[in-house]
């Protein structure tokens, strides 16, 4: 298993990270805090010198199924536990909400769950699923983070947008009054109408895009350029990456129908940004896809922006 995936379970079929206990069906909050391995809780205790003198202003996270230190925190950081962020979900899709997947990141000091949404969306004749992804810290290092996570279901390929009309993410910081901040966010279920009817008419405007092969070559190029100073392994490198690019508009099944437009170019990236091997695998590579999930996708972002100023 890789170093920094701890505990999780997946549904059906193998997610982003390959790895997990495989379940059939999506299984109740209680039963995903299990199968995740979330089933803990977090308490703070006071941190103390060598010659147990007390320091001030400090406390340890310490995770109580096995002592571990998750961080250390000031005294004003206020703990969310997995099963508060399990309930918040519950509460916020209502009775019949159905996890995906659920884990546990760098022995518990990050947490993550995905919920499939209540409502599917047909947008410019394909059906879009919008996934709720909710990220946690136990180690002091981040916030609280609630996302929108569209999946175009033909092929499982990510269409988090950056735009500018609608927001699809949500986050806060440990500290302050946590239970009115989490009140804040339900308002994440008028966020997420909000972003796919943008998202949807955002869709119809680049299919109405029109893109020359010749176009599309040079926003490839753009997207991943070869660098002055790169050695010959590295210009091969990147032009392999170019050529991965190129084949999945030219050549992919279910873009093939979608016209020569940007809606099929944004297509081509984000599946390439979903599914394509990376020149190296780091240790932490299937991580930061995962927190792509939740951040944003640079390359699909920099891909919409070009297509939108030409």
Known sequence: MAANIETMFYV??????GLGTRVITAPTSKEA???AGLDWQVVQEPIYTETKELIEGYKANVRDSDRRVLGVVTDRYKVIQNEEAFAFTDELLGEGVRYETAGSLQCGKKVWLLAHMPHEYIISGERISPYLVFSNTH????AIKVALTPIRVVCNNTLNLALDTAKRSWSMIHTGDIKEKMQ???NTLFMAEKYMDALGKEFETLRMKSMTDAKV???????LPVDESATSQQIRNIKRLQEDMKMRYFEAPDLVGLGKNAYRFINTVSDFATHAEPLRRTSNYKENLFSKTVE???LIDKAYQMVQAA
């Open 12 to 17: 059906r079929e193998t997610p982003w990270h």
């Open 33 to 35: 805090l299990g199968l």
């Open 139 to 142: 180690d002091g290092s981040g």
């Open 184 to 186: 804040e966010a339900k």
């Open 217 to 223: 070559m040079e926003f490839i190029e753009e997207l």
């Open 296 to 298: 944003g996708n640079p």
